[in-house]
C-alpha cells in the first residue's frame, strides 16, 4: 500500500476557490516556469486531475502550485490549473495565494512578486485586508466580431487578452442572475464552440476559451454584472481577474474608462472586484482588488488502492 500526502491551503475569493499546493507537488526541476509547466502537463497530469477533480476538488476549483522562482525578481512562481487542464495566469488565484501566503506567515511587508506563466504579477495587502495585484499588461485584440452561433444567431463580442483570452459580449438578451446558470453555461458553451468551428481565435491562433457576459448591476454601486464561462465549463464565481483585465484594456480602448478610474465589476454571486489601469508607453496595466478567505488547511491522501486516485476526469 502506498499513500502520498499532498499539503495544501484552501482559500475562495468572491465566492470562487483557489487551492494552492504548498508541499507534495511533483518535482518540475529548476527550468523556466514554462518549461515546468510543459513537463507537469506531459508527465504529471494525474496530479492535477487528483488535486481539483472530484472526489477531492470540484469542477470550479482552481489549483496552484506554488514553486521555486526562476525570476530572481519574484518572490513566488505559481502554475495554475483547472479541472480540465492549465491556467497561465489566474486573477481570483493570485489574489488566493497572497492570503494564503499571509495565512503561512509568508508575505513579508504584505507584498509579493508572483511569477506565472503569462509574466510577473505584483500583489499587495491592502490594509482593509484586500488584496490589489498589478496584472500581466492586457489588450483588446479585435473589436466588435461577429459569430454565427447554432441555436441563438448572430452574437458581437470583444476578443482580449487579460491573461488568458475572452469573448466579451454586451448585447445578448440573457438576464444574469444565478437562477439561470444552466441557461448562461448552455448560451456560452454554444458561443465558445462557435468561435471554435468560425476559426475566431486569441492572437497567434490561441483558443478563445472564457466567455464573458455583461449585463446591469444589482450591487449598489457596481458598474455592470457579469457571468463567465471558464474552460472546463464551470462558470466563475467571483467577477474573474483575468476577465476584469480584460474588460478595462476594451473599455480603455474605446475611450470609456481613463487610467486611474475606478470600474467595479460584479460578478454572478453578487462579489465586486474593483479595478483600474494604468497606461505606461501605450500598455494598458490593469489593477485588480477583491477580497480572499483561507477556509481550509488540508492533506489530500492518494491512495494507490483508490480507483479514483487521480479524481475522476472529464477529459
Ligand atoms: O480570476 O482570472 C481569474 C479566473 C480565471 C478562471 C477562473 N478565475
Sequence with gaps: MSLRRVSAIDSHTGGEPTRVVTAGGPDLGRGTLTERLDLFRNQFDEFRSAVVNEPRGNDAMVGALLCEPSDAAADAAVIYFNNVGYLGMCGHGTIGLAVTLQYLGRLPNDCCRVETVCGVV??????????????????????????????????????????????LVSEHGQELSLARVEELTDFTWRIRRALAD???????????DHIELFGPPTVPGANSRNFVLCPGKAYDRSPCGTGTSAKLACLYADGKLAPGEVWRQESIVGTVFEGRVEVVDG???????????VNAEIELILD?????????RTT
Design 122 to 167: 505584483d500583489a499587495r495587502l491592502n490594509p482593509d485586508g484586500g488584496v490589489s495585484i498589478r496584472n500581466v499588461p492586457s489588450y483588446r485584440s479585435r473589436a466588435r466580431v461577429p459569430v454565427t452561433v447554432p441555436g441563438i444567431g448572430e452574437v458581437v463580442g470583444d476578443v482580449a487578452w487579460g491573461g488568458n483570452w475572452f469573448f
Design 198 to 208: 468560425s476559426g475566431i481565435t486569441g492572437n497567434g491562433g490561441a483558443e478563445i
Design 283 to 293: 500598455v494598458v496595466h490593469p489593477e485588480i482588488t477583491g477580497f480572499a478567505y
Design 304 to 312: 494507490d488502492r483508490d480507483p479514483f486516485r487521480s479524481g475522476i
